[in-house]
């Protein structure tokens, strides 16, 4: 098929990049590059072995999206494109609606007006807020506690109410849970810019002597260690799940809402102990008080992604610090 990536030369769209072009799609990715860069397409090409398409270019702009994706004769779309910070969006929320939300609506007027409607949509599990009971599953109530979670749940509003409008629509809101890791290549990876604001890319810097230590926000939760708890997922295996979901979209009509997680959370010191395995010194930690707005743990129920899609995540946390490691190793040689 022929796909379009907004947002593809981001982490996740990247990854998702390589696991559709190996196994034989085309895709053509689209970002304006306000948090990634052009020179991942150059690798990607070369994890490949082919050339990849890119469009430089803002979600917003819907006579530019329609043109490439005419171009390139899209059949279906992947739709990553789109701000992510939880505290910029607190400060900002406005920004996060803009991109977010006016994004997605620019982006399905361009696949309405060319009757492309085979849709994937990047959702997060902030939908569901604070946890009412755990695992969160699909039909745990969405109560998202920030302006980003927001964005993501109106824009999940809009898909429910668009399928219902158009029984041909095959749209798929995936939850994804807390994506760390690289691929093995080490040419792509989590790399933000500035100070890492999440756990495992703040490591590899610890790691790497860029930074000093890590600071543990809160010790006594009630969670296995006291640190709190996150259902980390594999990038890659992230990336596999949004093919599977595409192999669905193909055979089943309208919406589908689906975790995409481990269902096995895992805790701060669980992960700097597997990181510290990974990078084979001992990392330096302090602790910090709670941080306002934290939840002491989440994580999936990962069976409906099983029932629909027959996808599970398949790599170990060990894995997910490895090859975060080797990216960093790789990455500032
Ligand atoms: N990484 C996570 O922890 C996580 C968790 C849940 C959901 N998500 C969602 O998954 C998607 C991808 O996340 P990621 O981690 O790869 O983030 P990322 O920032 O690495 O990738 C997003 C990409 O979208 C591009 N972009 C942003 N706004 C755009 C616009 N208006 N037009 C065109 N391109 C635009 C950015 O330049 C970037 O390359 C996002 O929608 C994010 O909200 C991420």
């Known amino acids: 098929m022929n796909i379009l990536l907004t947002g593809g030369t981001g982490y996740i769209g990247s990854h998702t990049a390589v696991v559709l072009a190996q196994a034989g799609h085309k895709v053509i990715l689209f970002d304006n590059l306000c948090n990634s860069s052009n020179e991942v397409v150059g690798r990607l090409e070369k994890i490949v072995g082919k050339k990849i398409d890119f469009a430089e270019g803002d979600v917003r702009d819907t006579a530019l999206l329609i043109e490439v994706m005419r171009t390139h004769q899209i059949e279906a779309v992947i739709h990553f494109a789109g701000l992510k910070a939880v505290g910029q969006s607190v400060a900002d929320p406005i920004l996060y609606f803009a991109n977010n939300v006016q994004g997605t609506i620019s982006l399905l007027q361009a696949m309405q007006q060319l009757q492309i409607k085979t849709f994937i949509f ?29 964005s993501k749940l109106q824009v999940e509003i809009i898909l429910r109410d668009l399928a219902q409008s158009d029984a041909q629509w095959k749209i798929a809101c995936l ?9 093995d290549s080490g040419l792509i990876g989590d790399d933000p810019n500035g100070i890492p604001g ?8 610890v790691a790497a002597g860029t930074l000093k230590y890590l600071n543990v926000f809160g010790k006594d939760y009630d969670t296995r260690d006291g640190t709190g708890e996150r259902d980390y997922i594999h990038v890659v295996d992230l990336a596999e799940g949004h093919m599977a979901a595409l192999d669905f979209l193909n055979k089943h009509a309208g919406l589908h809402v689906v975790n995409l997680g481990t269902g096995k959370p895992a805790s701060v010191l669980e992960c700097v102990r597997a990181f510290e395995k990974a990078c084979g010194k001992p990392l330096p930690i302090e602790f910090a008080p709670r941080r306002d707005g934290d939840l002491p743990i989440y994580y999936a129920k990962a069976d409906l992604a099983k029932q629909l899609f027959g996808w599970t995540a398949q790599r170990s946390l060990d894995k997910m610090c490895e090859s975060a490691w080797y990216f960093e190793q790789m990455h500032n040689k």
């Open 122 to 150: 990047s959702s997060s599990a902030t939908v569901y807020g604070e946890p009412v009971y755990l695992p969160y599953d699909e039909v745990h109530p969405t109560k998202p506690i920030n302006p980003y979670g927001d």
């Open 175 to 183: 939850r994804y849970f807390n994506p760390v890791g690289a691929h």
């Open 198 to 205: 999440n756990l495992m890319p703040y490591l590899s810097r």
